[in-house]
């Protein structure tokens, strides 16, 4: 298996996206009791991490989790309400510097692959393959009101209003789509219905017999009998074309950022070993893909080191 990436540390904090033995919608300003452990972050790690805390075993340890983006996990990472943060792309400048404001620091590790994938409604019987071309058409700032029929992207397809499905401004999904597609982050038409909640998007797409949207592999494996992914410039969303990189340009790195303050903790420490030990069974589990093996033990060594400081 070829080296896809390599894993950074960074003297500032973020943590991983999981979830927990005990879930909340709520975060607190209050500091985390010994055995507690507070995740957030992005939806789209979600079903790798409550795959692993349901191995978890362990019953003194309460952990609570929040999904509610990659951008939101990150802020909350930064002010010290979360101990660990899941990450669909890569931290930017600008956190960087919040977190050197607070004086947080954290590790960054790498735990996953993700292919992201484009769907449509399983009736969808005619488009199969879309061009990145196309795609950047679709929702580029420049069409909104003027594109709004498939025949206004492709003169080749029907002359039927489409709606489109995405995540929201505060997903590393995002992020990630609007960069490698558009070409710059956050540029993107407004006239798309949203939400960070990846399901409730399988669910529009799934409803709309023209819809078309984006979201995370997993959330596509998982709705197959929903929903229909299209091939992006002739080539399928798969295991084999993320690893090898043959999936251009939509296949990315998933990350977890733990603050170093909350790993002084033992029951963190026991987590997010934990975590990465099983990473690569439960992301394959649930339609993600499982990062090389020096990759992984990179990953490893960066956490280990941090722990015997």
Same mark, same amino acid.
């Given at each position: 298996m070829n080296k896809l990436y390599q894993v950074i540390i960074f003297s /500032?904090?973020?943590?991983?996206f999981s979830c927990g033995t005990q879930s909340t919608t709520q975060t607190t300003d209050e500091s985390s009791s010994n055995n507690e452990i507070r995740i957030g972050g992005s939806s789209t790690l979600f079903? &790798?991490?409550?795959g692993i805390i349901d191995l978890y075993k362990n019953d003194e340890t309460l952990i609570k989790i929040e999904h509610s983006g990659s951008i939101k996990g990150l802020d909350e990472l930064a002010s010290g309400k979360i101990d660990i943060a899941g990450s669909s792309r890569k931290i930017n400048d600008e956190e960087l510097k919040l977190f050197q404001k607070n004086s947080v620091e954290v590790i960054e590790l790498e735990v996953a692959l993700d292919?992201?994938?484009?769907?449509?409604?399983?009736?969808?019987?005619? /488009?199969?393959?879309?061009?990145?071309?196309?795609?950047?058409?679709?929702?580029?700032?420049?069409?909104?009101?003027?594109?709004?029929?498939?025949?206004?992207?492709?003169?080749?397809?029907?002359?039927?209003?489409?709606? /489109?499905?995405?995540?929201?401004?505060?997903?590393g999904t995002f992020d990630f789509f609007t960069k490698a597609i558009i070409g710059e982050v956050g540029s993107i038409r407004s006239d798309y219905l949203s939400s960070e909640n990846d399901n409730?998007?399988?669910?529009?797409?799934?409803?709309?017999?023209?819809?078309?949207?984006? &979201?995370?592999?997993?959330?596509?494996e998982q709705n197959r009998d929903?929903?229909?992914?299209?091939?992006?410039?002739?080539?399928?969303?798969?295991?084999?074309?993320?690893?090898?990189?043959?999936?251009p340009p939509l296949a990315r790195k998933l990350y977890l950022y733990v603050s170093k303050k909350s790993l002084n903790r033992k029951p963190v420490q026991d987590f997010v070993k934990h975590y990465l030990d099983n990473v690569s069974n439960v992301a394959l589990s649930v339609g993600y893909i499982p990062l090389e093996d020096k990759s992984l033990?990179?990953?490893?060594?960066?956490?280990n080191s941090v722990i015997a400081e």
């Open positions: /500032l904090t973020f943590v991983l079903p &790798i991490s409550k292919g992201m994938t484009v769907v449509v409604n399983s009736g969808n019987d005619w /488009l199969s393959d879309i061009s990145t071309a196309d795609l950047k058409k679709l929702w580029e700032p420049n069409s909104e009101d003027k594109v709004l029929k498939w025949s206004d992207v492709n003169a080749e397809w029907p002359e039927l209003e489409f709606r /489109l499905f995405g995540p929201g401004a505060a997903s409730e998007l399988v669910k529009g797409i799934a409803a709309e017999k023209n819809g078309i949207g984006f &979201i995370g592999l997993a959330y596509f929903k929903l229909k992914a299209l091939k992006i410039n002739g080539v399928e969303a798969t295991l084999q074309t993320v690893q090898d990189g043959t999936y033990e990179n990953s490893q060594k960066i956490l």
